[in-house]
C-alpha cells in the first residue's frame, strides 16, 4: 500500500476549504433562479443541492472552469428536468398537478401566469436574463447552448409573455 505524501492532505483542505467558500456564497445564488424557472421551491432546493453535491465530487475541475456558477446551475436544472420527467412517468398529470407551486410574489399576477405557461427551456434563458440579469452569452455558458439558441428561445418567450399578458 503506497503512503499519502505529506503535502496531499494540504491540498485536500485546500480544495475543500475552496469548495466551502464557493458553497457559501453561490447556493442562494443558484438557489433563486432554479426556485424561479421550476416554480417549485422543494425541487429547486433539492436541484442545488445535488448540484452542489457533484460540484464537489468534480471540484478539482469545476474550479477551473470559466464559470463553476453556471456549471453548478446547469447541474441542478438538468437534475430537476429529469425528475420532473420521471414524475410525469409515474404518476398520472392529475396527480401532477396536485403538487404546490410556488409563485414569487409578481409585480403584475398577469406576468407570472405568462411566466407558467413557457415551456421550462424558455423560462429559464428569461429567469436569467431579467431575474440574474445575465447577458446572453453568459445565459449561453450556464446552459451550455450556442448564443443563437439563447436568441431564438427568449424571443419565442417574450412573444409569447406579449401575447398572454396583452390578451
Known sequence: MQEALPHEGHVARVHARAFEDFYATQWQE??????VTLRDPDLAQEATDEAMVRAYQKWRTVRH?????????????NWAISQLRRRKRLVHAKAVSNNPTWDPPPADPSIS???SHLPIEQRAVVV?????????????????IPVGTVRSRLSRALNRLREEVSA
Open 65 to 77: 472552469y470559466a464559470n463553476p456558477a453556471g456549471w453548478t446551475y446547469r447541474v441542478g436544472l
Open 113 to 115: 401566469q405568462a411566466l
Open 30 to 35: 443558484i438557489y433563486r433562479p432554479l426556485a
Open 128 to 144: 436569467l436574463r431579467y431575474l440574474c440579469d445575465e447577458t446572453q452569452a453568459e445565459i449561453a455558458a450556464d446552459l451550455d
